[in-house]
């Protein structure tokens, strides 16, 4: 929480500053999936994609990606955020019925799926003309080398 306000805060690693809140959930943030850079395993759960962003004819380094991530609340919501804009790119209200277990993203980046205490699942699929700046795996592998 910030003050009165639920958040979605982004917590720096090294300093565990928060500088970035994500705002607007009604109740406690209770899942956070962001398709981001991450070392991969052979456990890796796919909760992180390795899909990068970037702006159309620009430079694609590790310095211009940005990410899409997923936050889902104990206000049977999920908001769908791109973390170099202030406003949610979608929020789907009333998904479930009970509280938001878990997110996966797919390994294209282009589904999300969740589930919740009631049993119940739910599917989120992306046209790839919905996300024009995804880029390619090998992009990513190459920033990440």
């Given at each position: 929480?910030?003050?009165?306000?639920f958040v979605?805060a982004?917590?720096?690693?090294?300093f565990?500053g928060?500088?970035v809140s994500?705002?607007g959930?009604?109740?406690t943030i209770?899942?956070a999936?962001?398709?981001?850079?991450?070392?991969?395993?052979?456990?890796?759960?796919?909760?992180f994609?390795?899909r990068?962003f970037?702006l159309p004819?620009?430079e694609?380094?590790r310095a211009?990606?940005?990410?899409?991530?997923a936050?889902?609340?104990n206000d049977?919501?999920?908001s769908?955020w791109?973390n170099?804009?202030?406003?949610?790119?979608?929020?789907?209200?009333?998904?479930f019925g009970?509280?938001?277990m878990?997110?996966?993203?797919?390994?294209d980046?282009?589904?999300?799926?969740?589930?919740?205490?009631d049993g119940?699942i739910c599917?989120v699929?992306f046209?790839?003309?919905?996300?024009p700046?995804r880029?390619?795996?090998?992009t990513t592998?190459k920033?990440?080398?």
């Amino acid at each position: 929480m910030n003050g009165p306000v639920f958040v979605g805060a982004v917590i720096e690693r090294e300093f565990w500053g928060s500088d970035v809140s994500f705002v607007g959930h009604a109740n406690t943030i209770q899942v956070a999936v962001s398709e981001s850079v991450h070392v991969r395993s052979s456990t890796d759960s796919k909760a992180f994609n390795p899909r990068l962003f970037f702006l159309p004819n620009g430079e694609k380094t590790r310095a211009t990606a940005s990410t899409v991530l997923a936050l889902g609340s104990n206000d049977f919501s999920i908001s769908i955020w791109r973390n170099i804009l202030h406003k949610p790119i979608v929020v789907l209200k009333e998904v479930f019925g009970r509280n938001l277990m878990d997110l996966c993203w797919s390994q294209d980046g282009l589904h999300l799926y969740g589930c919740s205490e009631d049993g119940t699942i739910c599917a989120v699929e992306f046209d790839p003309e919905e996300f024009p700046d995804r880029d390619e795996m090998e992009t990513t592998d190459k920033i990440i080398e």
